[in-house]
């Protein structure tokens, strides 16, 4: 991922020199691990326990030779150790994907903890949005076009709902990632005894891989990316939202707009909804690691390394953009600006339409078949406002009138109140309210 969308936390996650401080880790667990059983001697431990850990450009310079990245930092690691001499018992029994899966595995749960803690604060920032306008009365749309009245935190908490379940979601993809393997050349265990992968894996809080090969298969992983990129879909369907209502024509949100900014470099009256759009980019270089990922679970036989190339793109990508996302889709919502007089505006603008599913019932109940008399004389009228612009209850009025029909008026008073629509709306609140 570019500079641009990395940050500092989740950008050293990803970084070389984590991962080699990594690599060490893991490499030092499997030599104190063959010193306690007695398979090297215990003298090494300490030497390769305090050698540091090589630096990228050690590693780069001799992998330009090797074309290999574990035995050039292997190398690089060695030319750090003193003696030596020990570091020719570090990588005993070993194969590479070894180190690798289970380095990974660490980054990945690091990431995700990052992520987690970012989908939480999200959660929280969605929920009090939504609670402080359960009663901000609003249109809502169905198909871009005016429906029912309906409040603002309604959408809000229903965006605030799906973030938790992404969270918890990613929760669970957290337990598919943190697992690793030593298990040899072929995951037969031929060199190295079982019990050094156990003595790793409580040492590190990974889950030992139930069966390897020479890799741990992907389905893990390709879960993992999956609950990314839904979790980055949701942000996106919060900013899609913002979008539509910061439109000129409706103007009924207004994302943060700083001192200073600029909208447009041609046009100076521009307040244009980058956040968002940024969000919509996003969401896709998110959602596109799906389909290249899942396509390393089939390898050749007991490996092959074709999806590593992808995995050292795709991992870092999607987890450095959703850590951008999450942030941002936090800024948005914390500034968000929701024009309440606007809103109403816009709710009374179709000249009282959003009343039809509400009269339609009424004259259900008033005796009239729906489909024969009641829903054709709503309609009849309501097509009249709309290419009339006379407000609905005026059109209502002379279609009941040729119908023959009297209208209670007290009665249509009552139920074309926006407040009716949205009055057994407290359960969903009061759920919301629960949420952590």
Not at 106 to 125: F, N
Not at 201 to 206: F, I, Q
Request: proline share 5%.
């Amino acid at each position: 991922m570019i500079e641009r969308y990395t940050l500092p936390e989740m950008g050293r996650v990803w970084s070389d020199a984590h991962k080699y401080e990594l690599w060490c880790q893991v490499e030092t667990l499997v030599v104190e691990a063959h010193a306690e059983a007695g398979t090297i001697p215990p003298e090494v431990v300490e030497p390769v326990r305090k050698a540091p850990p090589p630096t990228p450009e050690a590693v780069h310079e001799i992998e330009a030779v090797t074309q290999h990245d574990v035995i050039a930092f292997l190398s690089a690691w060695a030319d750090n150790t003193e003696p030596r001499e020990a570091a020719r018992y570090v990588h005993f029994g070993m194969t590479s994907s070894d180190l690798l899966d289970t380095a990974l595995a660490l980054q990945l749960v690091e990431a995700t903890d990052i992520l987690l803690a970012k989908a939480d604060a999200l959660v929280a920032t969605l929920r009090d949005h939504a609670l402080a306008h359960r009663a901000t009365l609003r249109v809502g749309r169905t198909h871009g076009i005016h429906g029912e009245p309906d409040v603002w935190g309604h959408r809000v908490a229903d965006f605030a709902f799906a973030m938790a379940r992404s969270r918890d979601r990613l929760r669970r993809a957290r337990e598919a990632v943190g697992v690793m393997a030593i298990s040899g050349a072929v995951g037969t265990y031929s060199n190295i005894d079982p019990a050094v992968e156990l003595h790793v894996a409580r040492r590190l809080g990974l889950q030992s891989a139930d069966v390897s090969t020479q890799v741990v298969m992907r389905d893990g992983i390709s879960e993992w990316v999956s609950a990314l990129a839904i979790m980055a879909t949701v942000c996106e369907a919060v900013a899609l939202e913002v979008r539509h209502g910061q439109r000129t024509e409706v103007r009924e949100l207004w994302e943060p707009f700083g001192k200073g900014q600029k909208g447009s470099s041609a046009m100076p009256h521009k307040k244009n909804p980058i956040i968002s759009e940024r969000l919509a980019g996003m969401a896709r270089i998110v959602r596109a690691q799906i389909v290249p990922v899942l396509e390393g679970i089939p390898l050749w036989h007991e490996r092959d390394i074709s999806h590593s190339s992808t995995e050292r793109i795709a991992l870092p990508d999607a987890s450095i953009a959703l850590d951008y996302m999450l942030n941002l889709t936090n800024r948005l919502m914390s500034g968000l600006v929701v024009d309440e007089a606007r809103m109403t505006a816009n709710l009374e603008s179709t000249g009282g339409l959003i009343y039809t599913s509400t009269v339609l019932l009424e004259l259900v109940e008033a005796g009239m078949s729906r489909d024969d008399e009641a829903y054709p004389l709503v309609q009849k009228a309501a097509m009249e406002t709309w290419e009339t612009g006379v407000p609905f209850r005026e059109t209502l009025r002379k279609h009941a009138a040729e119908a023959g029909l009297a209208l209670d008026e007290a009665r249509l008073d009552e139920v074309c109140r926006p407040e009716r629509f949205v009055q057994r709306l407290d359960p969903v609140f009061d759920r919301l309210a629960a949420l952590t």
